[in-house]
């Protein structure tokens, strides 16, 4: 698993589960990424890819000694098809500040590049 650089943003390699069924998401996303999640709960995420598409992903919980997380095959498998991903390669996710509330963000393969203007952080485009 990488940490891409500020603001919080989170990797990972995805498994061939990840790829196959459906994205497990690591448990340190879920304080920072996820604070408001409930054991045993289905929650639709909006998240916007890199083409600027929104998405929604359904994530399911269920309890044990700590909060397990996935991205239901419903809007997750859907991704994996449009960007034809594959097992090794990586995704990314973070927030950003969009007109005064949280978007969450996914970017696959490429590591997302962050640069500060006027206190905000913004991501540079691929070329």
């Not at 639709?44 to 929104?54: F, K, L, M």
């Not at 044990?64 to 997750?76: E, I, P, S």
Request: glycine share 8%; charged share 30%.
């Amino acid at each position: 698993m990488a940490d891409c650089a500020r603001p919080p943003c989170y990797g990972k390699t995805l498994s061939p589960d990840d790829v196959k069924d459906k994205f497990h998401v690591p448990s340190n996303w879920v304080g920072t990424l996820f604070p408001n999640l409930e054991q045993d709960s289905e929650l639709p995420i909006q998240v916007r890819d890199q083409a600027g598409s929104e998405r929604q992903f359904v994530m399911k919980t269920r309890s044990g000694d700590y909060l397990k997380a996935v991205f239901q095959r419903r809007g997750w498998h859907k991704f994996v098809k449009d960007f034809d991903l594959r097992e090794g390669e990586t995704v990314y996710f973070w927030k950003e500040a969009v007109g005064g509330r949280d978007i969450m963000r996914v970017q696959v393969r490429d590591e997302p590049q962050f640069v500060q203007l006027f206190g905000v952080h913004l991501v540079m485009p691929n070329e």
